[in-house]
């Protein structure tokens, strides 16, 4: 083996270790704030599966100040309310199952990396599309904003609106085409982590 064939060998190796490796949820999407489309499918199974408590935990905590913290956190708790308030229904309505996961983009725009990094210490700023098929048999695609924060996990901002900087140029990018492969086990059901 040439000296070339070993470094890039060892190279690759290497960066495959330091790749976040992205666990899986029994639909056999990402999950958790490993990957960017880990927290944004966490984001849509919150949802799914009317579950409050992991719409908290998938979501940025209040950050910043002044007027855009207090409607961020208004918004935080109303959602909260409003899932908790679904869990108590039967199912029928909203979001029903996964059905894409489009690979994390970063925004054309340079502009909300920069101001997340220069005002909250923020490490990137990417989007996550989500589709998902809703009760009525309809498919819903869902553009899900997710800041790397500085302990490098991933976290779904759900209201991108309230801090404009940190999302702009979000809703005029093109949908995304490159889909995350759903993974199975060798039995042809999804792998579960």
Same mark, same amino acid.
Request: net charge neutral; aromatic share 8%; with cysteine.
């Given at each position: ?35 960017? %489309? ?28 002044? %007027? ?16 908790l308030e679904e869990s108590k229904r039967t199912a029928g309505r909203g979001p029903r199952e996964i059905s894409k996961v489009f690979v994390a983009r970063s925004l054309s725009n340079s502009g909300p990396a920069s101001y997340a990094y220069a005002a909250f210490n ?7 599309? #989500? ?14 904003? #997710? ?31 490159? %889909? ?14």
């Amino acid at each position: 083996m040439s000296v070339l064939c070993r470094l890039a060998f060892i190279l690759a190796a290497a960066a495959a270790a330091i790749a976040p490796l992205a666990s899986l949820a029994d639909d056999g999407y990402p999950i958790g704030t490993a990957t960017p %489309e880990g927290a944004a499918c966490d984001l849509a199974r919150a949802f799914i599966r009317r579950d409050a408590a992991l719409f908290e935990q998938t979501t940025l905590p209040p950050f910043g100040g002044g %007027e855009s913290r207090t409607q961020y956190e208004s918004f935080l708790a109303d959602t909260k309310s409003a899932i908790l308030e679904e869990s108590k229904r039967t199912a029928g309505r909203g979001p029903r199952e996964i059905s894409k996961v489009f690979v994390a983009r970063s925004l054309s725009n340079s502009g909300p990396a920069s101001y997340a990094y220069a005002a909250f210490n923020f490490a990137d700023v990417k989007f996550v599309d #989500v589709a998902v098929i809703l009760y009525g048999g309809r498919i819903a695609t869902n553009r899900t904003l #997710v800041v790397m924060d500085n302990a490098g996990r991933w976290r779904v901002h759900p209201a991108p609106d309230i801090h404009p900087l940190l999302s702009a140029g979000l809703n005029q990018e093109s949908p995304s085409t490159e %889909e995350v492969a759903r993974k199975q086990t060798l039995s042809g059901e999804p792998q579960q982590k």
